[in-house]
């Protein structure tokens, strides 16, 4: 991989950026702030972050990918210009290669949105790899062996389930319901149980301090603060983790039930490897409070955080960039959506 090489892993609620060699260099949320009145893009990443949720009616400040593909087509693509105009003034030396880590739900139309918008901004070549795929090579786990892998790499927008083995994916699921959904689970709680309307920035504070899926063995309180549903005035409320941790089983039991799915449709050597070698669970929506202990509970198979949990898949996709020169087929490390522009 060549110093200027870039690989991009371009999720629901945040990009990041790495570069052998020099680690992440940019990790930004996928937010874009435009001003109506002009169609000028105000700023990108994490300017447009803080103007969410408190903007002038003439100002939108969106995340133009929701659960885990493109809602808005061009916010996306001016988007992902800004972001990658961002690593281009620190990445040295020309046009450099440029992996990209798309949803696994995203469409043709718009991962042709995508590459288009990296070449536009200077990328020599475009490469395109699925989320699971980077997952598992960003955890260390070499799927281009017989020996069967079992991923659930958890984002913002999406929860994408995989089982691979000889470079390729036998099962696979990808369900919208992710770390975005947790989140909004909390939003809908607070209003029917507490009479609290909170925005979504207050609300991922919540389930990051006070959210679990299983009873905390000490318990967490933290302090919300919102509009009184009943009044429209102020009102500030006690939210306790022991209030919160049944709320999330419907969104539990769909994942589960998806990657019970995905273990029916594999062979039995596949899954005495997968029983032997565990679940790895992946992504940032994989942090919230037990649920890798509700997961394992409930399937029956060790499941495994990966290190760096945030990072596996941009890693991943910089190894797989790495192996571009090294495979006649790019189809054997990135399975179906793989891509090479002249």
């Known amino acids: 991989m060549f110093g200027s090489d870039i690989s991009i892993d371009l999720g629901t609620s945040t990009m990041l950026v790495y570069i052998k060699g020099r680690g992440i260099i940019l990790n930004e949320p996928t937010v874009i702030a435009v001003n109506t009145k002009t169609d000028e893009v105000m700023s990108v990443g994490k300017e447009a972050l803080e103007m969410l949720g408190r903007t002038p009616p003439y100002i939108q400040a969106v995340r133009p990918l929701r659960d885990g593909v493109i809602s808005n087509f061009t916010l996306t693509q001016e988007m992902i210009r800004g972001l990658i105009k961002k690593v281009l003034r620190r990445v040295p030396g020309g046009r450099p290669r440029i992996m990209m880590c798309v949803p696994s739900g995203i469409t043709d139309v718009e991962q042709r949105a995508v590459i288009e918008s990296a070449r536009e901004v200077g990328a020599r070549d475009v490469y395109v790899i699925e ?147 565990g ?32 990072e596996c898949v941009v890693r991943g996709s910089g190894i797989a960039l790495d192996w571009i020169d090294r495979v006649k087929d790019p189809t054997h490390v990135f399975h179906k959506k793989a891509y090479i522009h002249e």
Request: with cysteine.
């Open 131 to 277: 989320e699971p795929v980077a997952a598992a090579l960003g955890c260390g786990r070499d799927i281009s062996k017989p020996r069967g892998t079992m991923v659930i790499d958890i984002g913002g927008g999406t929860t994408d389930i995989a089982v691979m083995a000889l470079g390729g994916v036998l099962s696979s699921r990808s369900i919208k319901i992710a770390g975005d959904e947790f989140t909004e689970e909390i939003v809908r709680f607070l209003r029917r149980d507490m009479n609290l309307h909170i925005g979504p920035r207050t609300a991922e504070d919540l389930k990051c301090t006070v959210g679990c899926v299983t009873m905390r063995d000490k318990e967490v309180i933290c302090e919300a603060k919102g509009i009184s549903s009943i009044t429209g005035i102020p009102k500030k409320v006690m939210v306790s983790s022991h209030d919160v941790y049944t709320i999330f089983d419907e969104l539990v039991y769909n994942i589960t039930e998806r990657a019970r799915e995905v273990l029916e449709e594999v062979p039995p050597d596949i899954h005495a490897d997968i029983i032997d070698d």
């Open 279 to 310: 679940i790895v669970m992946t992504g940032g929506g994989a942090l919230i409070y037990g649920l890798d202990k509700r997961i394992e509970n409930e399937i029956g198979v060790r499941v495994v955080l990966a290190e760096n949990i945030t």
